[in-house]
């Protein structure tokens, strides 16, 4: 056929939309945006045409086949679920902390109704956005008073600039850490306008190290938990008691960033190296900053508990109206808190404290679950249930690995990274783990339901692999 009879043939939108599936898709979704996508299938057309590509067939057929995939295409969220087979507990790139079941209708609830977020109803005038979960905080820890900001590195910049602006603040340079994403300790320092002054060795820090820098313009002493990396071998840290009889005897703030806030004792399921939030306290630190989204298990947030005039001082701080914590992260937070009042149960609720301390046997039935399907969408596959181990990630227990089962796929001759960009870009989207030629996919880190999901997942990603 002629090119210029071939595009005398090429429909008009009107046309298009008269369609029996696109006057169906204009219900269903939005009639501008089902018109926008005609207009684009059209345009492809055209240009098909021109550069042959295209030389017959029925092009209102192939208009409306493509109005379906671009509108369907224009449609998917940019921000949506993913299915998290890496074994990576709290993966910062996808979310960290999955909420509880309590938090997520907490924060449903909020969401589609005014609420009492600054108004006391018992007094009926203007309240505090904190005292949502101070008490529990209180409750759950020991703590004098609390807060809450948009995150870690935001309530170390707040405690910094209100208690040591414009003067110094003594930390041990074993514990000048970069927790990734460009968070670096004395980055966040310069920017509070404390003036870091470091003391010790890398390996080696003693309290004689903070006693020799302490002057009249010292405002605190800076613990920092070293949450991503040990240093292990021939070391030395100032321990937080030390540091507390040091603070009291000079009068000078002890603050410990302490990164993940864990609130419960999980010793008796591996977990040992990371001090709970209420030991610390009890210990004597003045201020312990953490995440709400680390081990907690809880929204994105900053919580700093710990002494009321320091406190007090720090909601005063102006710094404090820019890095506020807004109305669903406290209901979620204000749930997540509820889940811990009953430390056992919270085991179960809590997604994130599940996942850590699930026995690698609980998850060996999923995981021959999980082989049998995959062997039934992917016929030529091998597949295989191996013994691995998953990480808690978002730095946090970086020594500590936690025995998995995972499934293991070896795909023979399809490129296993090009299953696994097929499984990125599916609906929903699948993160898994490659290595030595095999996807490998950790029972840890799924949720309920997304077994099905994810054989489903691996036949449309198998499909697309062999469609080029
Ligand atoms: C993770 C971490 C931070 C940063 O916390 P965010 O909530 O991600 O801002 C700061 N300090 C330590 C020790 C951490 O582990």
Redo the contacts with the bound molecule.
Sequence with gaps: MHLQELLRQLPSVDEILLQEEIQELVISSQRTLVVESIRQAIGELREAILEKRIVGGDLTEQAVKRTLEITAAKEKFNFRPVINGTGIVLH?NLGRAVLSEKAREAVQKIAGSYNNLEFDLERGQRGSRYSHVVSLLQKLTGCEDAMVVN??????LLVLDTLARDKEVIVSRGQL?E???S?R?PEVMEASGAKLVEVGTTNKTYVGDYAKAINENTGALLK?????YRIVGFTHDATTAELVELGREKQIPVVE????GLLVDLRCFGITDEPTVQQLLEEGVDII?F????LLGGP???IIVGKKEYIDRMKRNPLTRALRVDKLTLAALEATLRDYLDPKQVLLSNPTLRMLITPAEHLYKGAEKLKTALNEVLPKATINVEQDYSQAG???LPLTNIPTYVVTIDLGSISEKLFAAKLRKGDPAVLVRVSQGKIIIDLRTLLPGEINQLVKACREAYKAVQEG
Excluded: C, E, P
């Design positions: 910062t995150n870690n590195a935001a309530a170390v850490v927790i990734g994403g968070f300790v920092v938990h070293t949450s991503n960033d302490l990164g993940s900053t995440s709400g989204d680390k994105q947030g900053g978002g730095g946090s």
